[in-house]
């Protein structure tokens, strides 16, 4: 069964218009993050939540909000997307932030902006 | 130059070995990972080794760590078409231990 299940697979979004990823965890772990991966390119991470401690990365575009309503769940919004901003939108988790720990991932949401 | 680098592209013949190498700037992190996407896929961890270890075995997976040259590889022996996939990997830097990624290496088997 999955364990981290993204929503949709597939999202077709005009430029402009407001957009709204999800994400869901069925593990209780406490971290979630949201990565960025661009064709051929490393995925690039956007913010994390430990808990409902919030951790924005210093490149994060301000376009890129998160919220986390609950420990299961986690929103990716993109207020104004861009040409720019289509890409592959990976959610990933983690029981904790440790020198030894695995993320488990998402199959990702791939956006597209028309 | 990024933090982590690899690679982009590997063939190889199966039954052969594959050797996906990467290197890292960043020495800090304990741990280091690698991940597999397969198509349509999410990450997924395949392996990881100990900063203070040079070799670990898994398997049809050695990683191998050369800490003073930063470099670390994943060799497959007897590759499978099934082995297919783009390998990712991560240092987690900055002691902040959230992964930091390569761009990945697509590793191509054929007949």
């Known amino acids: 069964d999955a364990m981290v299940i993204q929503n949709p697979r597939y999202q077709v979004t005009q430029f402009g218009k407001p957009v709204t990823l999800s994400c869901s965890q069925t593990?209780?772990?406490?971290?979630m993050y949201w990565y960025q991966q661009k064709s051929s390119q490393a995925p690039k991470l956007l913010f994390h939540y430990y808990d409902k401690d919030f951790n924005n990365e210093a490149d994060t575009p301000d376009n890129f909000q998160s919220r986390r309503p609950n420990t299961s769940f986690c929103f990716l919004d993109i207020r104004s997307p861009g040409l720019g901003d289509a890409a592959m939108y990976l959610c990933?988790?983690?029981?904790?932030?440790?020198?030894?720990?695995?993320?488990?991932f998402g199959q990702g949401t791939r956006l597209t902006v028309v | 130059g990024e933090d982590v680098e690899q690679s982009l592209f590997l063939s190889v013949r199966e039954g052969d070995s594959s050797v996906i190498n990467c290197t890292y700037t960043?020495?800090?992190?304990?741990?280091l990972y690698w991940y597999k996407q397969e198509p349509g896929a999410g990450l997924q961890l395949l392996t990881y080794?100990?900063?203070?270890?040079d070799m670990k075995q898994d398997q049809r997976l050695t990683v191998l760590l050369n800490k003073k040259d930063k470099h670390l590889s994943l060799r497959i022996a007897d590759t499978q078409t099934g082995d297919s996939a783009i390998y990712f990997c991560?240092?987690?830097?900055?002691?902040?231990?959230?992964?930091?990624f390569g761009r990945g290496t697509s590793l191509i088997v054929h007949p």
């Open positions: 991560a240092n987690p830097s900055g002691g902040s231990y959230i992964p930091t």
């Open positions: 593990l209780n772990h406490n971290v």
């Open positions: 960043d020495s800090s992190s304990t741990y």
């Open positions: 080794i100990f900063s203070n270890m």
């Open positions: 990933a988790t983690s029981v904790h932030r440790g020198p030894n720990t695995e993320a488990f």
